[in-house]
């Protein structure tokens, strides 16, 4: 049905093509798709099969008469074991969680890198910056012109339009280090815990610490910014609202110009000047830092523990069991074998065994607990 | 017979000239070799290379780089990485990049949970939702649908987006290089689709990575039957770990981060799934307060890579009236570059510059300008057209819709400052 359907647009859409000027030579392009005839999604041109070709590029035609019937059925189990996506209109499975079971796990496997109470830290996102509702007013907050301004938060309670992608990106994504390791009990007790966090309201009532979220309630978080977003994508006018949004470029502020009408001279305001990196300023710790000489490169030094400590486990031992902290105290004290012996092996308390690179050698991962644990 | 090198011939003046040229090294780079009227020692001796045996060709079965090329290479900073080097960027060295076409090795490289290694035995697609058929199938399978091959650049959407509220990197490379660009090798979407038949209400496709991160992003069902591709071949081979081997998607001219690498579910849908990265990040918020949610195709863009803050003119001997070709890159995801402008003077006054190599959609296409150096401080501005119709705005022109915090897509014209002295600086022009 839909090949049919697209060789008859490919004829009425064959009244519509456009000539590329200047360089592109042959290619034809049009600002109307043949399949459906309409303005291109995303504001651009489209490349009919023309002659057998698609722009500078010959195709098989062949290929559009055929049916190729490859793979086979995929099974319900299957399915099921893959498509766990959560969204607005697909919602979280069965299950419970509080925010006391939340602010556990929590404290057990998020808070080395997402910090007390979503805080952030280490260069890890921050999961809340307070009551979401507030904050959410910061989002028209510009740095500029005066750089010291305070900028826009964008954290899950006062930016993201729905509870759905927190609860998925939870059981997909989370803990770093071991995803796809928590079950939908535990999912919707840390979805509660950021809700807590967050201040946010279910069915009008603040999220307070003795707070359950099941599959009814989930339906019920009142997301501040909601909506925040344009175009708006829902509903099955959603692909249309985004076509017309992107064929409109005062939306997104790269000017359509014809090539006879653009500017060749005085093309800057006249109040324009040239601005400078700060003395001092600008990002310069670039690793390795930038050179373009042609020589023999250094011999290989020996193993650097810092550097693979760097590579491998600064992930989540930038905060808790950092290098030199005083939480290595709780662990040497059952021996130095002890440490090393959890650090090739891994832990059940997330800990990837050789911190996930199985190319380290057990000498090398000495070398990184010496330099974890003395800081030195 | 010895194959050892006969001691006797070198010319006789090398060992003098020799000890000459080890102390001065850095001058003689600093002073024209014509001038001196002196012999060059790189003509009047036998190098090493040019008399002893070189490698057996059993040597790296997988050919490298010389070795004096060891400072072309992927760089990363801290600041450009959620916590760690696994959810983090390391970009391309597009100042030493030549033609459309990136190495692989030198290929950005950006993850969210690290590089995947796939085990292509095990590797599956599954494709699901609102089709007739629901199926899954193995690599070989996926590689018996009639492949296309494209060559198309790759840009991650937050390339010069440190730079909202004015310049922050003196560096080509971290200003302009979280792109990169290969001839890639893989089937059309719609070839597999109008095999197993989609049903009329899906909107919007998922596709979704096997990685730790299970990276996933919403994608509209125009571009699916447009030009959406999944590929398994860059230049020539296997696509890399880092670009998602065994498979990802191609969205060419959209967003890298919805180029989903180590894809292995494709679900058809009627709403927007409202994935985990588009939330806080690859949404761009306006002054308005309100956020582009989805934001497809990297708009229309151009900079200049000859010279570069890393590869400057100064040191390369230039006199007055000697000619130096300025060149750069144009792309644009939305069609096909039909022209770049060149400026000397940050902007205020435009020349046309020449387009020169292939030039091809949603591509890389370098562009050239000859420049009669004569010593004086100059303001190098590029500006790209499209056939879309889009040209490049001023940096005043694009924050006076888009505000300084929107993060990603920012293509306004960019400018290096070039010093009497050579010298090349990152800086911009606005009001």
């Given at each position: 049905?839909f090949?049919?359907?697209?060789?008859?647009?490919?004829?009425?859409?064959?009244?519509?093509?456009?000539?590329?000027?200047?360089?592109?030579?042959?290619?034809?392009?049009?600002?109307?798709?043949?399949?459906n005839?309409?303005?291109?999604v995303?504001?651009?041109?489209?490349?009919?099969?023309?002659?057998?070709?698609?722009?500078?590029?010959?195709?098989?035609?062949?290929?559009?008469?055929?049916?190729?019937?490859?793979?086979?059925?995929a099974?319900k189990?299957e399915i099921a074991a893959w498509d766990k996506d959560v969204t607005p209109t697909q919602h979280p499975p069965?299950?419970?969680?509080?925010?006391?079971?939340?602010?556990?796990?929590?404290?057990?496997?998020?808070?080395?890198?997402?910090?007390?109470?979503?805080?952030?830290?280490?260069?890890?996102?921050?999961?809340?910056?307070?009551?979401?509702?507030?904050?959410?007013?910061?989002?028209?907050?510009?740095?500029?012109?005066?750089?010291?301004?305070?900028?826009?938060?964008?954290?899950?309670?006062?930016?993201?339009p729905d509870a759905s992608t927190?609860w998925w990106y939870?059981q997909s994504?989370?803990?770093?280090?071991?995803?796809?390791?928590?079950?939908?009990?535990?999912?919707?007790?840390?979805?509660?815990?950021?809700?807590?966090?967050?201040?946010?309201?279910?069915?009008?009532?603040?999220?307070?610490?003795?707070?359950?979220?099941?599959?009814?309630?989930?339906l019920?978080?009142?997301?501040?910014?909601?909506?925040?977003f344009?175009p708006v994508i829902d509903g099955p006018q959603g692909q249309e609202n985004a076509r017309?949004?992107?064929?409109?470029?005062?939306?997104?502020?790269?000017?359509?110009?014809?090539?006879?009408?653009?500017?060749?001279?005085?093309?800057?305001?006249?109040?324009?000047?040239?601005?400078?990196?700060?003395?001092?300023?600008?990002?310069?710790?670039?690793?390795?830092?930038?050179?373009?000489?042609?020589?023999?490169?250094?011999?290989?030094?020996?193993?650097?523990?810092?550097?693979?400590?760097?590579?491998?486990?600064?992930?989540?031992?930038?905060?808790?069991?950092?290098?030199?902290?005083?939480?290595?105290?709780?662990?040497?004290?059952?021996?130095?074998?002890?440490?090393?012996?959890?650090?090739?092996?891994?832990?059940?308390?997330?800990?990837?065994?050789?911190?996930?690179?199985?190319?380290?050698?057990?000498?090398?991962?000495?070398?990184?607990?010496?330099?974890?644990?003395?800081?030195? | 017979?010895?194959?050892?090198?006969?001691?006797?011939?070198?010319?006789?003046?090398?060992?003098?000239?020799?000890?000459?040229?080890?102390?001065?090294?850095?001058?003689?780079?600093?002073?024209?070799?014509?001038?001196?009227?002196?012999?060059?020692?790189?003509?009047?001796?036998?190098?090493?290379?040019?008399?002893?045996?070189?490698?057996?060709?059993?040597?790296?079965?997988?050919?490298?780089?010389?070795?004096?090329?060891?400072?072309?290479?992927?760089?990363?900073?801290?600041?450009?990485?959620?916590?760690?080097?696994?959810?983090?960027?390391?970009?391309?060295?597009?100042?030493?990049?030549?033609?459309?076409?990136?190495?692989?090795?030198?290929?950005?490289?950006?993850?969210?949970?690290?590089?995947?290694?796939?085990?292509?035995?095990?590797?599956?697609l599954m494709i699901n939702g609102l089709v007739d058929k629901e199926i899954v199938?193995?690599?070989?399978?996926?590689?018996?649908?009639?492949?296309?091959?494209?060559?198309?650049?790759?840009?991650?959407?937050?390339?010069?987006?440190?730079?909202?509220?004015?310049?922050?990197?003196?560096?080509?490379?971290?200003?302009?290089?979280?792109?990169?660009?290969?001839?890639?090798?893989?089937?059309?979407i719609k070839?597999i689709l109008?095999?197993l038949g989609v049903k009329k209400e899906a909107l919007w496709m998922l596709a979704e990575g096997?990685?730790?991160?299970e990276m996933g992003r919403t994608v509209p069902m125009d571009k699916v039957w447009d030009?959406a591709?999944l590929?398994?071949?860059?230049?020539?081979?296997?696509?890399?770990?880092?670009?998602?081997?065994?498979?990802?998607l191609?969205l060419?001219?959209?967003?890298?981060?919805l180029?989903v690498?180590?894809v292995k579910r494709l679900e058809f849908a009627a709403e927007p799934f409202y994935a985990k990265e588009e939330t806080?990040?690859?949404?761009?918020?306006?002054?308005?307060?309100?956020?582009?949610q989805h934001?497809y195709?990297?708009?229309?863009?151009?900079?200049?890579?000859?010279?570069?803050?890393?590869?400057?003119?100064?040191?390369?001997?230039?006199?007055?009236?000697?000619?130096?070709?300025?060149?750069?890159?144009?792309?644009?995801?939305?069609?096909?570059?039909?022209?770049?402008?060149?400026?000397?003077?940050?902007?205020?006054?435009?020349?046309?510059?020449?387009?020169?190599?292939?030039?091809?959609?949603?591509?890389?296409?370098?562009?050239?300008?000859?420049?009669?150096?004569?010593?004086?401080?100059?303001?190098?501005?590029?500006?790209?057209?499209?056939?879309?119709?889009?040209?490049?705005?001023?940096?005043?022109?694009?924050?006076?819709?888009?505000?300084?915090?929107?993060?990603?897509?920012?293509?306004?014209?960019?400018?290096?400052?070039?010093?009497?002295?050579?010298?090349?600086?990152?800086?911009?022009?606005?009001?």
């Amino acid at each position: 049905m839909f090949k049919l359907d697209r060789k008859l647009a490919i004829l009425a859409a064959s009244a519509t093509l456009l000539m590329a000027t200047a360089n592109a030579g042959s290619a034809t392009v049009t600002s109307k798709y043949d399949f459906n005839g309409k303005a291109i999604v995303d504001g651009g041109v489209y490349y009919p099969e023309v002659n057998g070709k698609t722009g500078p590029y010959y195709l098989n035609t062949e290929v559009d008469k055929l049916s190729f019937k490859i793979g086979r059925p995929a099974t319900k189990n299957e399915i099921a074991a893959w498509d766990k996506d959560v969204t607005p209109t697909q919602h979280p499975p069965k299950g419970s969680g509080t925010v006391e079971e939340g602010e556990e796990l929590y404290e057990a496997q998020c808070v080395m890198c997402h910090g007390d109470f979503g805080s952030g830290g280490g260069g890890y996102p921050a999961l809340s910056k307070g009551n979401a509702y507030d904050i959410q007013k910061s989002l028209t907050n510009q740095r500029y012109p005066d750089p010291e301004a305070d900028g826009p938060q964008r954290v899950f309670g006062s930016y993201w339009p729905d509870a759905s992608t927190m609860w998925w990106y939870i059981q997909s994504g989370m803990p770093h280090p071991n995803t796809k390791s928590l079950n939908d009990d535990e999912t919707y007790a840390l979805t509660a815990y950021m809700l807590y966090i967050n201040e946010l309201r279910v069915d009008g009532e603040v999220v307070e610490d003795e707070f359950t979220l099941d599959q009814d309630n989930f339906l019920k978080i009142e997301m501040p910014n909601k909506h925040g977003f344009e175009p708006v994508i829902d509903g099955p006018q959603g692909q249309e609202n985004a076509r017309k949004y992107f064929n409109n470029w005062k939306n997104f502020g790269t000017p359509k110009v014809k090539p006879s009408e653009r500017c060749m001279k005085n093309c800057q305001k006249k109040s324009a000047k040239v601005v400078r990196i700060a003395e001092g300023g600008g990002i310069t710790d670039f690793l390795p830092p930038i050179s373009v000489v042609r020589d023999l490169p250094k011999k290989e030094g020996a193993f650097d523990p810092k550097a693979s400590y760097g590579d491998n486990c600064a992930a989540c031992h930038s905060g808790f069991l950092s290098p030199g902290s005083a939480d290595w105290a709780g662990y040497t004290g059952k021996g130095m074998d002890k440490v090393l012996a959890n650090a090739i092996k891994g832990t059940a308390g997330g800990m990837p065994a050789k911190g996930g690179n199985p190319d380290l050698t057990d000498k090398e991962i000495k070398m990184i607990i010496d330099f974890m644990v003395s800081g030195k | 017979m010895s194959n050892k090198p006969n001691e006797n011939s070198e010319v006789p003046s090398r060992r003098d000239f020799f000890k000459k040229a080890a102390v001065s090294v850095t001058a003689l780079a600093g002073t024209s070799l014509f001038a001196s009227g002196k012999d060059d020692h790189a003509i009047m001796h036998h190098p090493k290379w040019g008399q002893k045996l070189g490698d057996p060709v059993t040597k790296n079965r997988y050919g490298i780089p010389s070795a004096y090329e060891h400072n072309n290479i992927r760089r990363n900073t801290k600041l450009l990485a959620s916590g760690n080097f696994q959810a983090s960027i390391a970009v391309a060295p597009i100042h030493e990049s030549e033609g459309i076409i990136t190495p692989n090795g030198l290929f950005f490289s950006r993850s969210h949970g690290g590089t995947a290694h796939v085990d292509p035995n095990e590797y599956r697609l599954m494709i699901n939702g609102l089709v007739d058929k629901e199926i899954v199938m193995t690599l070989d399978e996926l590689k018996r649908y009639p492949s296309v091959t494209r060559t198309h650049f790759i840009e991650c959407p937050a390339n010069g987006g440190q730079e909202w509220r004015g310049p922050q990197f003196n560096s080509l490379q971290f200003a302009k290089g979280f792109m990169s660009s290969a001839e890639w090798t893989g089937v059309y979407i719609k070839t597999i689709l109008e095999d197993l038949g989609v049903k009329k209400e899906a909107l919007w496709m998922l596709a979704e990575g096997s990685d730790n991160s299970e990276m996933g992003r919403t994608v509209p069902m125009d571009k699916v039957w447009d030009d959406a591709m999944l590929v398994w071949g860059q230049n020539g081979e296997a696509l890399r770990p880092e670009q998602g081997y065994p498979v990802r998607l191609l969205l060419p001219g959209w967003e890298g981060n919805l180029c989903v690498k180590w894809v292995k579910r494709l679900e058809f849908a009627a709403e927007p799934f409202y994935a985990k990265e588009e939330t806080s990040k690859y949404t761009d918020l306006k002054p308005t307060g309100k956020a582009i949610q989805h934001f497809y195709a990297n708009e229309v863009n151009s900079t200049v890579t000859h010279p570069s803050p890393e590869k400057p003119w100064a040191g390369q001997n230039l006199k007055k009236g000697d000619l130096v070709e300025i060149q750069g890159l144009a792309w644009s995801g939305m069609g096909t570059i039909t022209g770049v402008d060149f400026s000397l003077d940050g902007g205020r006054t435009y020349k046309k510059a020449s387009l020169k190599g292939l030039v091809l959609p949603k591509s890389w296409t370098r562009w050239s300008y000859m420049h009669k150096y004569d010593g004086k401080p100059l303001l190098l501005t590029t500006r790209a057209m499209d056939d879309a119709g889009y040209i490049q705005p001023t940096i005043d022109e694009e924050t006076s819709i888009m505000g300084v915090e929107a993060v990603y897509h920012r293509n306004a014209v960019e400018t290096w400052e070039v010093t009497k002295e050579g010298k090349v600086n990152h800086v911009q022009i606005r009001s």
